[in-house]
């Protein structure tokens, strides 16, 4: 576990998470443009610095062009900068959490899903101790709900089940 | 802590007193609404003139509507994202719409909007404010006949400062355009603020807005008013002529009203109307309303709805010539 | 020409109990919703707004300015202390002021942002208070090409945040540029790149994005490199260090540049904090002895932030006070606060009711020192937050993240943009993409086109607009010359590690959450 904190990822891989991430843009870029210089023009003249479609089409470009750049420059002879190894997975199953966190919000509303989701998180920061995470499933979710509706009068969803 | 309750004490106190002063209402004995809050959805930004009326509607209007109203502020795509929000939400009168004519009555019809102008039915007018025409002192036009004849002279050159495409300024300005027949350019600016700025700043010649954004200027004679997009003159500014007696038949009256969703049941409506209609007629309410600039034109959701039907078929008939 | 009587006036209105109560109540509930992410200054004054109509004037708007000032201040506590812009316009500041607590010197981070923001908001104030007149009148005559020229100066700030990898630096700058694009666009009615989806009608929220990729993103760092620990037990002190007053001197330049510059956009209606704060920091490390801390927790970029984000707000009231035009969003909720009063601000404020305008100086300069205090008491709680477990501290940070995405417009789909902005933030920096241009080129985009397009119909399509007017011309040359320095500063150092050319910057932070 130690080990894996301090080491980086080898060349080859970082090259290919490098060359990864370059497509990522070009392929961001390309879509934009694609929808830019459709057939119909739905922007209208991509080519007239005044019109809608000028500033998007041109930035498309440049994004295209970067994520080009960026795959080329991930095949330098010099290795490019290492990227550290780390507990990805971890980070891996919090993101799950966030995304669900996000979706289930509305259906679940913001009782349930705030008093599962922070001492979720919790444990997967380690934390073990179940009074620990009993007190944070209570509270902040009371503290913090309360603040933002009494205070800014906003109103979090519900749910569909109550 | 203390700190933090403090301006919530505050609050609560100067609210207590205000509705304390407000005479009590009798509510309706039996109720058509959903036993929950009313969510009252601002469809522009915080801070224009929509959020401050909805501010203080949703402030004080629980009295007479017999539930507390919360105040959603949700901007953006010029008002489309929030009336889409209303359009699809349930039709039991939980969900009300503060919407305008560029909402409900011009864009559904030239643009392709996600939601239909049929998609809302009309519960109260609040109010409307006409537009005024106003060009500033160094300009060689200072009557609306000037402007016009001047475009005319020289088409395409007078640039005015427009709000946003299909906005208020922008709708004004096609009218104008297409009631004197002549050219001028538009350069879009987003809003009645930087609208302003440009004018004054002699970036643009003229510009179109309700007396709210206008007002101040034309008293400290910073801009000139040309005419007013009303069918009578407005009692604060006697001198600026109407545009129909200047002739241009340019009528165009912005109003803000509640709509609710399609499909809500009439008797929620009336209910809705009844109680919108006790709160306009409230001292305190007006009080506080006149202090914002602004008055009441209250209409009921029948009233309402036959001068709404007459606006969507005006410019139907402007903009596509139906 | 002074009326006594006015003087009086004015100086009644602070003497109030209920006035400085009001003041004080704002200013720590202004304090308090600044550092909750997602809830803006803006959103603040315009809920509570309402409310002050039932007040009088002289204890309302004292409020309501003080909630203004807590606001943008109350920003930065949580950027520094968590990498978590509690506002964007706090988001330069995160850059610095996160990478000295990673040092364990969050004390001094915090107190050298509060000292620069009581500094630059003093003098700005005063500038208000002295200058108002001829500044506004100046800036009255900026036209959309001038902003256009304006937003592209800034926009080469991103070559300052960029980091070591330019193309990255630039891609990440782009990404920004052309998600700004999706929406509606208000100039022609096309609604851009919305795939269809309802809710990108309105664009991609700025503030939701950013919590995302700043905070959520540092939630998943912190997992995957957890702290080696030591450093938690062994202090005695927490917080680290006092700012030493000889620290603070030196960075006298730094902080009157900012504040100079910060003024002067403050005083432009439409350019806000946000702007100002980049600008101000890409000019202090363009100034600096020693650029390449930038970043790394330098004290000149974290006081160059804070200081050209602050000295906006007073600034922000001169086209208020002078014209009754608002500066920004937040002016103009004042405004409609000003104007339930009974009082329109604008030149017919000046001389209908001097003794009220004179008042609200004293009370703006009043707000400064009660920050001060305010902002000293907050920061010895404060420093403990670094104290607090990270099982503890994230799982709260990510609660109120959740819950700020959600306030800013009442909409689920936000949430939706802050888990995405949360994954593309990690993504960013685990493979050294800095996220800083990406947040510049969002904030920017939008201005620097619609200011373009403007421009070319005001001329009828000819680009010479921007070199025929007197204004736009100096601009003009001003950005030639900020390009013709970035790219002399940019090759030098080149030549002088030319041994290491691919990580010409010293070995990355980012990967332990350092870099923005």
């Known amino acids: 576990m130690v080990d894996l904190m301090n080491t980086v990822l080898s060349r080859r891989s970082t090259r290919l998470l490098e060359t990864l991430m370059g497509l990522g843009t070009l392929a961001a870029g390309l879509v934009f443009l694609r929808i830019v210089h459709a057939p119909t023009a739905p922007y209208g003249d991509p080519g007239y610095i005044g019109s809608a479609a000028f500033f998007p089409g041109l930035m498309a470009l440049l994004v295209a062009a970067l994520g080009v750049v960026l795959m080329l420059m991930a095949w330098r002879p010099q290795p490019p900068t290492p990227i550290k190894t780390g507990r990805t997975s971890r980070a891996l199953s919090a993101y799950v959490l966030m995304v669900v966190v996000a979706i289930g919000l509305p259906w679940l509303g913001i009782w349930l899903t705030s008093m599962l989701a922070v001492p979720l998180l919790a444990l997967l920061f380690g934390e073990r101790r179940w009074y620990i995470l009993l007190i944070l499933a209570i509270v902040p979710p009371v503290l913090v709900i309360h603040l933002f509706e009494g205070v800014m009068g906003i109103y979090f969803p519900r749910g569909g089940w109550l | 802590m203390n700190h933090k309750t403090l301006p919530l004490t505050l609050l609560s106190a100067s609210l207590a007193a205000a509705s304390l002063t407000a005479a009590s209402t009798v509510l309706a004995q039996e109720s058509h609404l959903p036993d929950e809050p009313i969510r009252f959805v601002t469809p522009y930004p915080a801070g224009g003139s929509h959020s401050l009326h909805a501010g203080i509607i949703t402030a004080v209007g629980e009295e007479f509507l017999g539930r507390s109203l919360i105040s959603v502020i949700r901007g953006g795509g010029g008002g489309a994202v929030a009336a889409a929000e209303v359009a699809g939400s349930t039709p039991d009168g939980t969900m009300l719409l503060f919407g305008d004519p560029t909402i409900n009555s011009l864009r559904p019809q030239v643009e392709d909007l996600p939601y239909e102008m049929d998609d809302f039915v009309p519960v109260a007018r609040i109010n409307y404010s006409p537009a005024i025409f106003v060009t500033t002192p160094e300009q060689p036009f200072q009557t609306i006949g000037e402007l016009v004849e001047h475009a005319g002279d020289h088409p395409d050159e007078v640039i005015y400062s427009s709000d946003n495409r299909n906005g208020f300024t922008y709708t004004v300005f096609e009218m104008l355009k297409g009631a004197a027949d002549v050219e001028m350019r538009g350069v879009e600016l987003g809003g009645g603020g930087p609208a302003v700025t440009q004018l004054l700043g002699g970036n643009t010649m003229a510009y179109a807005g ?76 007006l009080r506080l309303i006149s202090q914002i600039g602004s008055d009441i034109q209250f209409q009921g959701h029948e009233a309402f709805a036959e001068s709404l039907a007459a606006e969507q078929a005006a410019l139907r008939e402007a903009y596509l010539g139906e | 020409m002074i009326d006594f009587s006015i003087l009086q006036q004015g100086l009644a209105m602070l003497a109030s109990p209920w006035t400085f109560l009001a003041l004080s109540g704002g200013l720590a509930g202004g304090i308090l919703i600044g550092a909750l992410p997602g809830l803006t200054a803006t959103m603040a004054v315009a809920v509570l707004a309402p409310f002050t109509f039932f007040m009088d004037a002289t204890i309302g708007i004292p409020f309501l300015l003080g909630i203004y000032k807590g606001a943008i201040y109350g920003g930065s506590i949580p950027a520094i202390l968590v990498n978590t812009p509690g506002t964007a316009a706090a988001a330069a500041s995160a850059r610095d002021g996160y990478a000295l607590t990673l040092q364990g010197k969050s004390r001094k981070a915090l107190e050298l942002s509060l000292f620069s ?16 007149i001829p500044l506004a009148s100046i800036a009255i005559r900026f036209g959309s090409p001038e902003f256009a020229l304006l937003y592209l100066i800034a926009l080469t700030m991103i070559a300052t945040v960029s980091g070591g990898n330019a193309a990255k630096g630039l891609a990440a700058a782009g990404l920004g540029l052309l998600v700004a694009c999706i929406g509606l666009d208000p100039m022609s009615g096309y609604q851009r790149f919305t795939f269809g989806n309802t809710d990108l009608l309105a664009g991609v929220s700025l503030i939701p994005l950013m919590i995302g990729m700043f905070a959520l993103s540092e939630i998943l760092m912190q997992l995957t490199h957890p702290p080696e620990g030591q450093q938690t037990a062994g202090d005695v002190e927490h917080g680290g260090e006092r700012l030493r007053w000889a620290e603070f001197w030196v960075l006298r330049p730094t902080i009157l540049r900012s504040t100079s510059l910060g003024t002067f956009l403050g005083s432009l209606p439409g350019l806000g904090a946000e702007i100002a704060c980049w600008i101000a920091y890409g000019l202090a490390r363009g100034r600096s002895r020693e650029p390449e801390r930038f970043g790394e927790g330098s004290l000149e970029g974290l006081a160059a932030a804070e200081a050209g984000n602050n000295a906006v707000v007073p600034s922000a009231l001169i086209p208020m006070t002078v014209f009754g035009i608002p500066g920004d969003t937040i002016t103009a909720v004042l405004i409609g606060a000003l104007m339930a009063q009974g009082m329109m601000p604008g030149p017919l404020l000046i001389q209908q009711n001097p003794g009220f305008l004179f008042g609200l100086f004293m009370v703006l300069l009043v707000t400064n020192l009660l920050l001060l205090v305010f902002g000293l008491f907050a920061i010895r709680w404060l420093k403990q937050v670094t104290r607090i477990p990270h099982a503890v501290l994230y799982p709260c940070v990510l609660l109120l993240c959740v819950c700020g995405a959600y306030a800013v417009n009442s909409s689920t789909f936000d949430l939706l943009i802050l888990v995405f902005g949360g994954g593309a933030g990690y993504l960013m920096r685990r493979t050294g993409f800095p996220i800083a241009p990406l947040i510049i080129g969002l904030l920017l985009g939008p201005g620097f086109e619609s200011a373009l397009r403007q421009s070319l119909v005001f001329s009828n399509g000819s680009l010479a607009i921007f070199w025929s007017r007197p204004i736009s011309l100096v601009l003009l040359c001003l950005l030639v010359l900020v390009i013709a320095f970035l790219a002399w500063r940019g090759l030098k150092p080149k030549g002088a590690t030319l041994r290491l050319p691919w990580s010409r910057r010293k070995k990355p932070h980012n990967a332990n959450g350092g870099d923005s």
Do not use: K
Not at chain 2, 218 to 225: C, D, I, M, Q, S
Not at chain 2, 243 to 267: K, S
Not at chain 3, 117 to 132: E, N
């Open chain 3, 117 to 132: 923001s009581v500094v630059a908001d003093l003098m700005a104030t005063l500038v208000l208070i002295v200058v108002a």
């Open chain 2, 210 to 285: 309700a007396p709210s954004v206008v007002g101040e200027h034309l008293e400290a004679g910073t801009l000139t008013g040309l005419c007013v997009t009303d069918i009578e003159r407005q009692e604060a500014y006697p001198d600026i002529p109407t545009c129909q007696e200047e002739g241009y038949d340019v009528v165009f009256q912005f109003w803000r009203g509640v709509m609710a969703p399609a499909g809500t049941p009439d008797e929620v409506v009336a209910e809705l109307s009844d109680g919108f209609e006790r709160m306009t007629q409230n001292e305190g309410f």
